[in-house]
């Protein structure tokens, strides 16, 4: 594996429910989405070994993470092996123990965010009064103290307009990043799914879906690494297909790439913060 690509940080994907439908999605999340075929076990027995593997660092995602039934317990298993633990939420609605959870050392928060426009909005998640409650919840995690982070999908003017939306909320990090053409938001004679990564993928990263497959970024499904129901998650990511793709993606080059701390990255508070 190329010098200072060893996979510190994991996104786990926890669930396909969500009580949204972007147009986006890259995984064509919905209300009607399952959980895969992992299970608790298995996501701790991934935890463990990851942790064990170097990995310092978790994001869970969907999906809805927080859908899940064992999501609470996982951020904490997380915490116990001294992970730092980044929660990708939609905001839509969160409980007060989701709420005590977000304020604990080592875990942050991150969400999306379109436009200032609710109706806009809300045809976009297909879910009436989505802006209103994400907005709300954003608002409300600056005022009681948690790391947060909000991406901002778009560009131009709407994108300039919801980032001064968010400052004037309080949230101090922001990022702006354009729609993949990956899952939903694919088209037939659209780029070819390679043309949508931002050119980071297995560059100290990697991801795991519901069904325990293993790819370099939650974009990038499509390059299978392995699976962790076949074999172990650390052997993945140190075995020779990482490598390779990881040193394929080192060397890329082209100015259409996104800056690697973008909306596909988590940005995760040091540890014991």
């Not at 075929?37 to 999906?63: C, H, K, P």
């Not at 993949?180 to 993928?201: D, I, K, N, Y």
Request: glycine share 10%; hydrophobic share 40%.
């Amino acid at each position: 594996m190329p010098a200072g690509t060893r996979i510190r940080s994991l996104a786990l994907e926890l669930t396909g429910r969500c009580q949204l439908s972007c147009a986006h999605c890259y995984a064509e999340s919905s209300p009607r989405g399952g959980h895969g075929s992992m299970t608790a076990a298995d996501w701790r027995e991934v935890l463990d070994t990851a942790a064990g593997s170097g990995v310092t660092a978790v994001q869970f995602i969907g999906g809805e993470p927080t859908l899940h039934p064992e999501c609470a317990s996982l951020v904490d298993r997380a915490l116990a092996l001294r992970m730092r633990v980044e929660v990708f939420t939609n905001l839509v609605q969160v409980s007060r123990s989701w709420w005590s959870r977000y304020l604990r050392p080592g875990v942050s928060v991150a969400t999306s965010y379109y436009t200032t426009d609710s109706a806009a909005h809300d045809a976009f998640t297909g879910l009436p009064g989505s802006h209103a409650r994400t907005r709300a919840n954003i608002a409300q995690a600056v005022r009681t103290g948690v790391r947060i982070r909000v991406a901002v999908v778009g560009s131009g003017a709407v994108a300039d307009r919801a980032c001064a939306d968010l400052a004037a909320l309080g949230v101090e990090d922001v990022t702006v990043g354009r729609f993949r053409e990956v899952g939903r938001a694919s088209r037939e004679g659209g780029r070819p799914p390679a043309a949508e990564l931002c050119g980071r993928c297995a560059q100290g990263s990697a991801a795991i879906d519901p069904f325990g497959n293993v790819s370099p970024c939650v974009m990038a499904r499509r390059i299978h690494l392995g699976n962790v129901h076949r074999e172990p998650v650390g052997k993945i990511l140190a075995g020779p297909r990482m490598a390779a793709i990881s040193a394929h993606f080192a060397e890329r080059t082209g100015g259409d790439d996104c800056p690697p701390a973008q909306a596909c990255s988590p940005r995760l508070p040091p540890p014991g913060t």
